[in-house]
Every structure is written in structure tokens, then in C-alpha cells.
């Protein structure tokens, strides 16, 4: 069977899903569904993607938009409406037009997810969609000079309705409308309804499906990942970014990950959840890469990761035996259980000086500056405990350490327990940092 064959290829991206499979089971995601993704001609798609995610133990709230089919339904009846800083004003007359077309959308989603038929994605599956009227509102009054009328904003949110309803593995629908106490209707942007929902229920994820990408730049580049403060940055450049918005707001109060993935490609859902470098953006309020001292477990990983570098020649050759012995010595980067990179230090501490070696990144995460970030941890850990120097032994990676401060040294300027091991075999050059 060729090694490139499609079967291969599925049998791949099958096992490389397992991790995410059992880290989202029993999660709870909030998904952003706006109306053009609606209206798109993969929804249907999208449908059988959530109820797979349904059926693998995710728990599920889904907000929906319709801002294109209020946009019709209004033209039909010839009412203008207007969109103040992505925000509609909502008239008294237009109202029950606005509601109508939100509870069709309402009622189309439910449809689709009630669906079962044979030869189809959605066979055997006996998905329970929940909804009603769980979010309490209240007007968002004048701003600016502008009245907008019935347009409202979060007040509340039914958290207990939604947390059982979860636990009883259905699906919660939520539209954006809002009931105050006096009865009155109001209608709600959908981007603050999914990030205020996530918020209240301390939700694993926010996702988003959007039109484009993700979040671009000023170059029109997709941003992969983005920290908070990146974020907020950026905010700060595209103010009136609906999805932006949102994602700072929850990840500041509490939500872990937000995930604006493109809704124009089919699978793009599962591609940001079950992928290492997913498909879309992705904002944290940590890094994405975690930097720490490596454990037992990661021997795994981190044979994985140099046994390509063993076989060109460019590390000496570490059996499973030693990485036990050794392993307190060694820093790893960690994303989603995977190990990109590792690193050991070995420290002479009579002498001020410590050895680095193994540096590793994984082939497909390189000139991304995740060798200088495991260097710099190694760095500042030394200099910690006393030390004043590193050196390095290679034979083939020589530039990279001299573009980051190492100087070429004799063999007699390591320390005499070094020098007495050194394997002139290998001849491999030694270089120097003062450290800081």
C-alpha cells in the first residue's frame, strides 16, 4: 500500500485526533453560528460536524445570528433599518419582523439537527436540541445621539437551565433575543449573547464561524494564534470588530480559548478542533506552547523528536534507559501533549558553567522562535543556581548557536570532568556563552 494512499492519510489524521478526542469529551464549547453561515450552502455540512462533536461527548451551546435574513425580511416589507457601529437600531414596527426571522432560523437549525436519515452523517443519531427563554435583557438605550430603541443587552444569562440540560448530553439553541422583567422584547447582538454565555459558564471554548479566516492583519495575513495582550492590541486598530471583541472580553474574564474559524471551509470545524495548528485563530490568555521541566511521561515524546536528528548524525544517539536516568535534566515545549522541542542542561557548578544539550524543535514547527524561547527558559533557569556560562558541543548546528551568542572555544576551556569525555571520534566543536 502506498505510504501516501488515502487510507494512510485517514489513518494519520485519525490518531493524530485521538488526544483532542479525549481532552474535549465533556467539555463545554460555545459555538457562534452567525446568519450567513446559516443561509451558506454548507450548512448542512456544518450540522452533521456538530452533531459528531455531540456524539463525542462534547458539551454543546449553540448562539445563531441573522443578520442577512433580517436584512430580507425587512426589504420585503419595505422598512429601512439602520446599523450603527454593527449594531442595529430596532424600531418599534420592525420588531416583530426581527423576531419572526430570528425564530425561523431558530426553527431551521432545529430541523436540521432533528434530522436521522439513513446513508447520511446524522444516521443513528438521536440529538436533543433545547431552547426557550433564557436570556433576561435590558435596553441599550441612547448612545451617541442614537435611541436604539428595542436593541437591548445582556442582563442574565440561565446558567442552571443550560448546565442541566447539558448534563443530559442536549444540545442548548440560543437566539439573540432577550426578555426583560416588564415583558418586553429586545433584540441582541449574537457576538455578545455566545461571549456572555461563555463567560457564565465558564466555558472551555468560545467559537466562532465567521466570513474570511480568522483575524487579519494590516498585511492580510491570518493570525494563527494571538495572547491577550495581542489581542487587545489589535482591538485597539479594529475597533468595531465584532469577533475581536468578543474574544478579548471572554478570554479577560475567564474563558480559556477562543477559536475564529472560517466558515467557507468544509471541515473547518473539526480541522481547529482536532489539528495541532487548527484552521483559524486561536486566542489565549496563555502562551499556546508551554515551556516546563520535562517528566517520565515525556520520554515518549521526546524520542519521537530527536530519533530523526540521531539518525543524520546531528545529537548522539540517547537510548530510553538514559532519558530515565536523565530526565530531570531536560526542559521541554509542550503543545497539546505533543513535545516541538526539548532541551537538557547538565550543570558543573564548581566551575560556573553548565553544558546544553539535545536542542531539538520538531521539523514542523522551526524559524517560528520557539528554539530561542526554550534557550532563553535554560538561560534563566542556570543563572538561577549560580551559573555564569553555557557550552555546547556539535558538529552540524554550529551557525545557529554562534547567531545567538556562542563563542568557539578549545576543548580545555570546559571543565576537566568534560574534557576527560570528550569523544574525539565525533570531533565535535565546543562553543561558549557568557550568560546575563
Known amino acids: 500500500m502506498s505510504k501516501n494512499s ?10 493524530q485526533a485521538g488526544p483532542y478526542i479525549h481532552a474535549h469529551r465533556g467539555r463545554c464549547f460555545v459555538l ?24 463525542l461527548g462534547i458539551k454543546l451551546v449553540l448562539v445563531h445570528g441573522a443578520r442577512p435574513q433580517i436584512e430580507t425580511r425587512l426589504s420585503e416589507a419595505g422598512l429601512n433599518s439602520q446599523i450603527v457601529e454593527n449594531l442595529r437600531v430596532t424600531e418599534a414596527d420592525s420588531l416583530p419582523i426581527i423576531s419572526q426571522s430570528i425564530g425561523q432560523v431558530r426553527y431551521e437549525i432545529e430541523a436540521l439537527l432533528s ?19 433564557l436570556i433576561s435583557a435590558q435596553p441599550l438605550g441612547v448612545h451617541h445621539g442614537v435611541d436604539f430603541g428595542h436593541t437591548g443587552v445582556v ?39 455566545a461571549m456572555r454565555t461563555a463567560i457564565q459558564l465558564k466555558a472551555d471554548k468560545l467559537i466562532c464561524l465567521c466570513e474570511g479566516q480568522g483575524i487579519m492583519g494590516g498585511d492580510d495575513e491570518l493570525f494563527h494564534e494571538l495572547s491577550l495582550s495581542q489581542a487587545q492590541q489589535l482591538l485597539a486598530q479594529q475597533p468595531h470588530n465584532p469577533y475581536l471583541e468578543a474574544a478579548v472580553t471572554a478570554v479577560q474574564q475567564g474563558v480559556k480559548r477562543v477559536h475564529i474559524v472560517s466558515n467557507e471551509v468544509d471541515g473547518g470545524l473539526l480541522q481547529e478542533l482536532f489539528s495541532r495548528n487548527g484552521l483559524g ?17 515525556d520520554i515518549g515524546g521526546i524520542l519521537e523528536l530527536i530519533g530523526p536528528l540521531e539518525q543524520k548524525g546531528v545529537l548522539v544517539r540517547r537510548s530510553r534507559e538514559y532519558l530515565e536516568m536523565e530526565i530531570n535534566h531536560f526542559t521541554v515545549m509542550e503543545r497539546d501533549g505533543m513535545i516541538l522541542g526539548c532541551a537538557a542542561s547538565y550543570h558543573y557548578a564548581n566551575d560556573k558553567i553548565a553544558e546544553l544539550a539535545c536542542v531539538a524543535i520538531h521539523a514542523d514547527y522551526q524559524k517560528q522562535g520557539r528554539g530561542d524561547a526554550l534557550l532563553h527558559t535554560v538561560e534563566q ?20 548557536f554562534i547567531e545567538r551568542g556562542f563563542v568557539e572555544a578549545n576543548i580545555d576551556a570546559l571543565p576537566m570532568e568534560k574534557q576527560s569525555l570528550y569523544n574525539f571520534q565525533r570531533r565535535s566543536k565546543v562553543f561558549i556563552k557568557t550568560i546575563k
Open 155 to 193: 442582563r442574565k444569562i440561565d446558567v442552571d437551565y443550560i448546565q442541566h440540560h447539558l448534563s443530559q448530553h442536549a444540545i442548548v439553541l440560543l437566539s439573540p433575543l432577550g426578555y426583560s422583567r416588564t415583558g418586553e422584547t429586545f433584540v441582541l447582538s449574537a457576538e455578545e449573547v
Open 381 to 400: 533557569n542556570a543563572l538561577k543556581h549560580g551559573i555564569e556560562k553555557l557550552f555546547v558541543l556539535t558538529t552540524q548546528t554550529a551557525h545557529w
Open 32 to 55: 457562534l453560528i452567525g446568519g450567513e453561515t446559516v443561509q451558506s450552502p454548507g450548512f448542512t455540512h456544518l450540522i452533521h460536524d456538530i452533531a459528531l462533536l455531540n456524539a
Open 115 to 133: 434530522t436521522g436519515l439513513i446513508n447520511t452523517p446524522m444516521a443513528g443519531a438521536s440529538i436533543r436540541v433545547t431552547s426557550g427563554n
Open 281 to 297: 485563530t486561536l486566542i489565549s490568555a496563555e502562551n499556546y506552547d508551554q515551556i516546563r521541566t520535562a517528566t517520565i511521561d
Open 6 to 15: 488515502p487510507t494512510n492519510e485517514f489513518v494519520h489524521w485519525f490518531r
